[in-house]
Nanobody, 123 residues
Framework: QVQLVESGGGSVQAGGSLRLSCAAS???????MGWFRQAPGKEREGVAG????????FYGDSVRGRFTIAFDNAKRILYLQMNRLKPEDTATYYC?????????????????WGQGTQVTVSS
């Protein structure tokens, strides 16, 4: 059983930074983990993914160069460092994990999800 708990969301002005955290419990060794976001009425979008057993990462085109995903194996915490935030980054951000992910940014490939944390970026 895997449980994920996100934190770190909030409201910032455009150009600012936030760091999201996702505390993972249960068996997650060598799991794929990712961050996804969803705005009201919109589809869930892959933001960044990482293979925790090897460190391979992948980023969505809209965040590449601004966001960084990392996993602390000792603390079992997934991070998303978000810099140079834009209003279009406003969404609920979800942490996800899966054992057999084929497409790192595909929501349907993940089995476990956190409750979400809100990020609001104002102009």
């Amino acid at each position: 059983q895997v449980q994920l708990v996100e934190s770190g969301g909030g409201s910032v002005q455009a150009g600012g930074s936030l760091r999201l955290s996702c505390a993972a419990s249960g068996y997650t060794t060598n799991y794929y983990m990712g961050w996804f976001r969803q705005a009201p009425g919109k589809e869930r979008e892959g933001v960044a993914g990482i293979y925790t057993g090897g460190g391979d990462t992948f980023y969505g085109d809209s965040v590449r160069g601004r966001f960084t995903i990392a996993f602390d194996n000792a603390k079992r915490i997934l991070y998303l460092q978000m810099n140079r935030l834009k209003p279009e980054d406003t969404a609920t951000y979800y942490c996800a994990a899966g054992a057999t992910v084929d497409r790192l940014l595909s929501p349907n490939d993940y089995s476990y999800w956190g409750q979400g944390t809100q990020v609001t970026v104002s102009s």
